[in-house]
């Protein structure tokens, strides 16, 4: 699979965001950009590479901290595993 696709495939499950389930769709959109522009080139040019890479040590390697950019990892790590992308519903108790 190609990183545009994966690119291409999360940028739309964030800009359809049925009913606002996702809160603040721009900032992992944001920080889509970030995690492209900080991965290896190596993981960029084959990203199914990223699969013989734990998920928390891209996450070391690549400096995350917030919760947004982990969502973004965990995206890319569904979509290169098959999983289709969608939104849970939040509780607003």
């Known amino acids: 699979m190609e990183w545009i696709k994966i690119k291409d495939t999360i940028v739309k499950y964030l800009t359809n965001n049925p009913e606002g ?6 900032i992992r959109l944001r920080e889509l950009q970030k995690i492209e522009s900080k991965l290896p080139r190596e993981y960029i040019s084959d990203p ?3 699969l013989d ?3 928390q040590k891209v996450i ?3 400096g995350i ?3 947004a950019a982990k969502s973004i990892v965990n995206n ?5 595993n098959g999983i289709t ?3 849970r519903k939040r509780n607003n108790d």
């Not at 389930?21 to 721009?26: R, T």
């Not at 890319?76 to 290169?80: K, T």
């Open 53 to 55: 890479v734990n998920k």
């Open 65 to 67: 901290k917030n919760s």
């Open 60 to 62: 070391l390697l690549l």
């Open 85 to 87: 992308l969608k939104a």
């Open 21 to 26: 389930e996702l809160k603040k769709p721009n």
């Open 48 to 50: 199914k590479r990223l």
């Open 76 to 80: 890319i790590y569904d979509i290169l």
